[in-house]
């Protein structure tokens, strides 16, 4: 064989593999080394617009980042406020408004008994921005564990403008969801 029939057949198989990875990922071609879960993953995705899976990956990301969030902010309030005030925590510190929402969320699973409920917790029928409320209005407890109440107020008003377009199915922009890793790495390194 030929220098120029080598080089024909190296940039073909390379042509090929570039061809074979981009049909995976675009959800057209399944890869036989997938598990049978992934395997339904990319036979679910297959037939829909490449905008639509495209952008479903990318939100993946984001919601990954935003539940870390949420949840690592959730875990950190009740278990500041349970090292207090033991089971009565949120008994003693949540609102008249917060007591509500959270009685009316668990008569709405009652009622709605055939779909999945949330986690036990009282914490867990909180909207986000009451778990800020939470440690700004009891800043006695939390003082010593965040910087200042600016730092609590703007991340977690910042997490909440990108967890509405998330919830509401939106793309969130790269940048957005860079901002969002940031958040949670703030928080990260702040709790410790």
Known sequence: MTTRG???????????????????ARGILRASHHR???????????????RVRESSQQMQ???RILYAIENLVRDFVKDTLSEKD???WFEKRASTTM?????DRKAAEVKNQWHAGRNEGDEFYLDFGDLGLLIINHWEVFADLVPDQVWVTSRMQEA??????????????????N?????????IRQLG
């Open 6 to 24: 080598i080089n024909d057949f190296v940039f073909r198989g390379l042509l090929a593999k570039h061809t074979v990875r981009d049909l995976e």
């Open 36 to 50: 049978e879960d992934e395997r339904h993953e990319v036979d679910l995705y297959a037939p829909l617009p490449d």
């Open 61 to 63: 990301r984001c919601y």
């Open 86 to 88: 033991k089971d009565k």
């Open 99 to 103: 007591r509500k929402k959270v009685a």
């Open 160 to 177: 909440e403008r990108s967890r509405h377009v998330i919830a509401h199915t939106n793309v969130l922009p790269i940048e957005e969801g």
């Open 179 to 187: 901002r969002l890793e940031q958040i949670l790495r703030d928080w």
